[in-house]
């Protein structure tokens, strides 16, 4: 297979790496996850993580073991497992099924894997462009969790679309929420907007209602890892918080993915499956360099990684597709479009 080069994931003479996102910032190891085994550990420990991304990553995880293992039977075994390493983000779903009917011709599959990481870039590209326009000069905005090159092949979704709007001249400042209980905002988005030089301020998740009444905030952009037909979206757990302080300060808020993300199944929020993770990670942090607890060992915990926002709260979904409204959403503007 070609090499292939993203901010997050290689794949190199046919040697498949991983950024490991829990050693993130202050650590850049690349892994090696070409076994399919380091692949599926590294999905379920969010070493690789981000909506589009593990469709990408179990993708080219797949064509990698396609390489030495020709077996259709142990092909679609594997794939099966791919597919369960983590439930929520439909991307892991819409890249494996992709590749299931190929199973037989591991050449097409391996081309497939390749073909879906390239398209993940265009996505990027197109939603970046798209969602631009919808930033104005001086803005200030409130993003949630990470969206941006490591949760993507490209320059990601929310993120993206910051970027585009930052790299064509436009001064903005991004606000971004720490996004407990994992940090993938304080040690995940705030790295990455380093690296590209835009100027944000980091904050804790109780305090976005506090600068949106002070006129801080004037918008709020952030991922989704499943949409519904009806516009209701699963987004990483706070993501509701951040639509209803939205709502109440009249505030515009988008949510930002590519048709991979939407779910033509669900008919509404309430069909999307919710990942629950375990209580270690609510009673304090785990890190690559170990863990640190501040709650009584025993405390119950619950855990949920995902919530699910209204369409109401939704001003517009901006897509590869184009940009759809609130009003276009309830009007069912997503069945129409195709799953392919
Ligand atoms: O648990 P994670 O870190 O994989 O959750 C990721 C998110 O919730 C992102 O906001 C989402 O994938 C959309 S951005 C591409």
Known sequence: MKNLNSRALKLEHDRLFLLDQQALPHGELWLDATDPAAMIAAIKALKV?????????????????????????????????????????????????????LCAEPERLQAEAVAIFEEDQRLCAQMGEMGAELIAEGDHILTHCNSGGLATAGIGTALGVIYTAWAAGKKLHVYVDE?????????????????????????????????????AIHKVFLGADRVALNGDFANKIGTYNVAVNAFYHHLPFYPVAPYSTLDFQAADG???????????????????????????????VY?????????????????????????????GVLKQLSPG
């Open 179 to 215: 996004t407990r209980p994992l940090l993938q905002g304080a040690r995940l988005t705030a790295w990455e907007l380093s690296k590209w030089g835009i100027p944000y301020t980091l904050i804790c998740d109780n305090m976005a209602a506090m600068l949106m009444r002070q006129g």
């Open 49 to 101: 993580r981000g909506a589009p991304l593990i469709g990408v990553a179990a993708a080219l995880s797949l064509a990698c073991f396609s390489q030495k293992q020709t077996d259709p039977a142990a092909l679609r075994s594997l794939a099966l497992q791919l597919r369960q390493s983590r439930p929520t983000a439909v991307n892991l779903m819409w890249a494996i099924d992709r590749l299931l009917p």
């Open 303 to 331: 855990n949920p990684a995902f919530d699910v926002t209204p369409v109401e709260l939704v001003t517009a979904l901006v897509t590869d597709r184009g940009i759809f409204k609130r009003e276009e959403l309830q009007a």
């Open 270 to 300: 309430s069909a999307i499956p919710i990942e629950q993770r375990g209580a270690e990670e609510v009673r304090g942090l785990v890190q690559h360099t170990g863990a640190l607890s501040w709650a009584p060992h025993e405390a119950p």
